[in-house]
Nanobody
């Protein structure tokens, strides 16, 4: 059984920064890709960033250059550093894990983000990020 637990959310003013963490427990090694997704009230869930076991990353255009996804293998923890935050970044942020057979190529990672993580096998409970103007 795999469990993902997010933390680090909060309220910040526009232009500020937050760092989200996602601690994984259980046999997450069978999942070749992990990512961050977000959902604002009344909107569809959207992908933010993904990273595979080789460290290859993909980002949504809306966060490229402002957000950085990373991982600490020893701690089995996924991170999302969010800088230059905007009010439109306000959402519940979730981490997810997927792709049990092989690491996805960039096209597949971007597709995973574009579909809002439809092929994910595991999800965290979410952490709220609120950015005020």
């Amino acid at each position: 059984h795999v469990q993902l637990v997010e933390s680090g959310g909060g309220s910040v003013q526009a232009g500020g920064s937050l760092r989200l963490s996602c601690a994984a427990s259980g046999d997450t090694a069978v999942q070749y890709c992990k990512g961050w997704f977000r959902q604002a009230p009344g909107k569809e869930r959207e992908g933010v960033a993904a990273i595979d076991v080789d460290g290859s990353t993909s980002y949504a255009d809306s966060v490229k250059g402002r957000f950085t996804i990373s991982k600490d293998i020893a701690k089995n923890t996924l991170y999302l550093q969010m800088d230059s935050l905007k009010p439109e970044d306000t959402a519940m942020y979730y981490c997810a894990a997927g792709f049990p057979d092989a690491a996805p190529d960039e096209t597949t990672r971007l597709g995973w983000l574009l579909t809002g993580g439809d092929e994910s096998n595991y999800w965290g409970q979410g952490t709220q990020v609120t950015v005020s103007s």
